[in-house]
């Protein structure tokens, strides 16, 4: 029995080296590629490898421990994640189950029958009583001849890279999700700290004009547009707490929480921005995963040809049967016990002129080359789509951050000169030279533009999260006048 399995391996070596592919040789989908970006810097040609790779500890930039701690629970916790790790390891389960028809099938068989057999039939010279044992091994092997089994194995080998590419590309969603819902959190407790001081200088102008009213210098209109003031303001305060609350809700969900076991208490967080060289190294959106899942895609569904290919060609399978039998189990393990067989088994399909020939299949075999064709040009289209939105993400952002700067720095300015603006139509109202009209106009005016101030701060930092995980992850930095 040894002799036989390794006369099966040997003339499966023989074949093997016979075989061939009808898969057509794959080339990376054609796209116009810019030598530069719209809005500014230059890039490289994209490669599927490098991404499937963790995108490192990219928040970390921003040095804050708060953020730091968040995003090591969230790659501990996130359900999300969790699911789409399953879905690789799903992913590649079935291409170890493909690859495992390069290797024969061995199975065993042991029975044990005891019959007796009608004494009444015409033709009975048999014994009436008989026993028969049975103990063998069965060994079939698929002869790849023409590749269905190579190119099926190429094929589930990519989809299960492109499961580890989408797992890099939901763990590089949600680090950079969960930073930008911090950031908007403490944009949002940015604004209350305007809030705050706004009440109370509200409420002490307030005091101040029913003193005033008291004493018949003020009016009753004063005074109600002074509280008409004071209560807009507590107002806008209650709707930045919801927008808090739900802020903090979201980020517990991220990391893995309930939100009703979750807080972040209010804290001063510092705005800063990051900035890459003028000069974009190559890895930055060559690391990007959702790139590097598209094309494996491509070319899994290229193997796939392969494989509709191969079907319309007879599956060639050696089959091996060895073992022993007899009627005395005693006697069973002896040499006059043993047998083998030998020999190949064909299935043909169409017009081939051997046995076990199927004359006609409806056009299924034509159909399924159809559609393993249709979905190769489906996933060159959502390559091709992937590319062109990451080169969206990239340019929206490099863009966001270039204005965003400017208008950083005009609104501050804006804010400054509304807020001198209101000291002295404040100290003019005290000397009897304004009214409370031109308080009121000018407290409006310093709080939208204080707040539109935190506001533009705060999107310059989530637009600088939303760089780097457009650019894919990890990346060299510079000062702030590297970029202009």
């Not at 023989?14 to 809005?39: D, G, M, N």
């Not at 007796?116 to 790849?144: R, W």
């Not at 001849?145 to 580890?164: E, F, H, P, T, Y």
Request: proline share 3%; with cysteine.
């Amino acid at each position: 029995m040894t002799k036989i399995l390794k006369k099966i391996a040997i003339v499966s070596l023989i074949l093997l080296t016979l075989s061939c592919s009808f898969a057509p040789k794959y080339q990376r989908p054609a796209i116009v590629i810019p030598e530069h970006y719209k809005e500014e810097h230059t890039w490289k040609k994209v490669s599927p490898h490098a991404a499937e790779v963790s995108q490192g500890e990219w928040w970390k930039i921003f040095g804050d421990e708060t953020l730091n701690q968040l995003e090591t629970e969230a790659d501990f916790h996130n359900q999300t994640l969790k699911a789409s790790f399953a879905r690789y390891k799903e992913s590649r389960a079935v291409a170890n189950a493909t690859r495992a028809a390069y290797f024969p099938n061995i199975s065993t068989i042991f029975n044990a029958d005891r019959q007796h057999i009608s004494g009444t039939t015409s033709t009975n010279s048999a014994p009436a009583y008989s026993s028969d044992f049975y103990l063998g091994v069965d060994v079939s092997y698929e002869v790849d001849l023409w590749g269905r089994v190579k190119n099926a194995v190429i094929s589930n080998d990519n989809l299960a890279k492109a499961a580890l590419a989408d797992f890099s590309a939901v763990q590089l969603n949600l680090q950079a999700n969960l930073a930008a819902n911090y950031f908007a959190l403490r944009g949002a407790d940015a604004v209350q700290r305007v809030l705050n001081a706004t009440t109370n200088a509200y409420q002490h102008v307030l005091n101040l004009i029913e003193v005033r009213h008291k004493d018949g210098i003020a009016t009753a209109g004063d005074v109600q547009q002074a509280i008409s003031a004071l209560e807009n303001v507590k107002t806008i305060s209650s709707d930045n707490q919801l927008r808090r609350s739900q802020l903090e809700h979201a980020i517990a969900v991220l990391v893995g929480k309930l939100p009703a076991e979750f807080s972040l208490p209010p804290a001063i967080v510092k705005m800063h921005s990051v900035y890459p060289f003028r000069e974009l190294p190559s890895k930055l959106l060559e690391r990007r995963p959702d790139i590097a899942a598209a094309e494996r895609r491509v070319i899994a569904a290229n193997a796939q040809i392969g494989v509709a290919q191969a079907a319309f060609f007879p599956n060639v399978n050696l089959e091996s049967d060895a073992g022993f039998e007899s009627a005395l189990i005693s006697r069973l393990v002896e040499l006059p016990s043993l047998f083998w067989a030998l020999g190949p088994a064909t299935t043909l399909v169409l017009t081939k002129p051997l046995a076990n020939l199927i004359l006609f299949d409806g056009g299924y075999l034509k159909a399924k080359l159809d559609q393993a064709n249709a979905t190769y040009y489906e996933t060159v289209a959502n390559y091709r789509q992937t590319v062109l939105a990451a080169f969206q993400e990239v340019e929206d952002n490099l863009a966001a951050m270039r204005q965003l700067k400017k208008e950083n720095i005009s609104q501050n300015a804006a804010t400054i000169a509304a807020y001198k603006s209101l000291v002295q139509s404040i100290d003019r109202y005290k000397g009897g030279v304004a009214t409370y009209l031109d308080i009121f106009v000018t407290q409006n005016a310093a709080l939208q533009y204080e707040l539109t101030a935190v506001n533009i701060a705060t999107r310059r930092q989530i637009a600088n999260v939303q760089l780097i995980k457009a650019l894919g992850g990890n990346w060299e930095l510079g000062d702030e006048n590297s970029y202009t």
